[in-house]
């Protein structure tokens, strides 16, 4: 099982950025999918999840009208738009997998991606 996550870099206030995240090694489309991101000195936190064939996501407050998860069952990946993005939102982020249908605790998910940085600065 491989989660890799991508595409986090610098970028200024008020930007965008899309992380990627590929997976192999499973079903894909058995599983639900989630980000979740920790900042410097922070616990994790979650992010986003989308169920098994997109029929429904999930947000946390914080990001709420932002960011926007989907996925491709075809491509095995998970995705992340970030819109709008502030310097709160500078953390590393994970993607991660879960056959229970999520939640917004980590111990719903058994694998996690390796976290891709995004930094948000000008």
């Known amino acids: 099982v491989q989660l890799q996550a991508s595409g986090g870099g610098l970028v200024q206030p008020g930007g965008s950025l899309r992380l990627s995240c590929a997976t192999s090694g499973f079903t894909f489309r058995n599983y639900h999918m989630g980000w979740f991101r920790q900042a410097p000195g922070k616990e994790r936190e979650f992010v986003a999840r989308?169920?098994?064939?997109?029929?429904?996501?999930d947000y946390a407050d914080s990001v709420k009208d932002r960011f926007t998860i989907s996925r491709d069952n075809a491509k095995d990946a998970v995705y992340l738009q970030m819109n709008s993005v502030k310097a709160e939102d500078t953390a590393v982020y994970y993607c991660?997998?879960?056959?229970?249908?999520?939640?917004?605790?980590?111990?719903?998910?058994?694998?996690w991606g390796q976290g891709t940085q995004v930094t948000v600065s000008s």
């Open positions: 989308i169920s098994l064939s997109s029929t429904w996501t």
């Open positions: 991660a997998r879960s056959r229970t249908g999520g939640g917004r605790s980590g111990s719903a998910y058994d694998y």
